[in-house]
């Protein structure tokens, strides 16, 4: 599908990302670091011609904030969607990361998304990501979460889901869509 220009970000290192701890859609506050990435992000998007584009942010905390912080003095109105808030994990949200692999035991990068009792999984998460990008009209900045931010990238760039490791994660970076090429922003 052609799109239009996508500058995606995630949030900034919150209090939960520090002590490895799943968040989901739970919540907690950025931490220093993650409010200097969120003000870096800002310096990044003074430098871009951002001329027709709109703001579009998850409703969870972390991302307002860090939109709030990013996006001030560049774009003035943001819309909060639903579609962009993180994957759901069910039973594993607040464990933390070692948690989880001591009850899993081994398994593949990133398939614990997947496998997350009561969660949404990737299907759940590809679907809103498909249906955010169908029902967008002109350049957007997104302000969004590591897992859903990977995913809108893989469907932007017609990617199998099974790909997801492939492409960079990170906070305080920016990851562009132009023209079906995927680059980064620092």
């Known amino acids: 599908m052609p799109l239009p220009d996508l500058l995606i970000m995630r949030h900034g290192e919150t209090e939960w990302n520090l ?55 560049v774009i003035g109105h943001m819309h909060t969607d639903p579609d962009l ?45 498909v249906r955010f990008l169908e029902n967008l009209n002109g350049p957007a900045v997104v302000v969004t979460h590591g897992m859903t931010s990977r ?3 893989m469907v932007a760039l017609d990617m199998p889901t099974s790909d997801i490791a492939k492409l960079p994660g990170g906070q305080g970076v920016i990851f562009k869509i132009s ?8």
């Open 19 to 73: 002590a490895g701890r799943w968040q989901g859609h739970l919540d907690s506050p950025l931490t220093t670091k993650g409010i200097d990435q969120a003000k870096h992000l800002n310096t990044i998007l003074q430098a871009q011609d951002l001329d027709g584009f709109t703001a579009r942010i998850s409703p969870q905390g972390r991302a307002v904030h860090t939109a709030a912080l990013a996006l001030g003095g």
């Open 85 to 129: 808030a993180e994957i759901t994990i069910g039973d594993w949200t607040g464990w933390t990361r070692a948690a989880i692999h001591e009850h899993t035991g081994p398994v593949p990068e990133f398939a614990h998304y997947d496998l997350a009792p009561g969660g949404e999984g990737y299907a759940g998460l590809r679907q809103r990501c």
């Open 151 to 153: 995913m809108l990238r």
């Open 179 to 186: 023209d079906g090429k995927h680059s980064i922003l620092k």
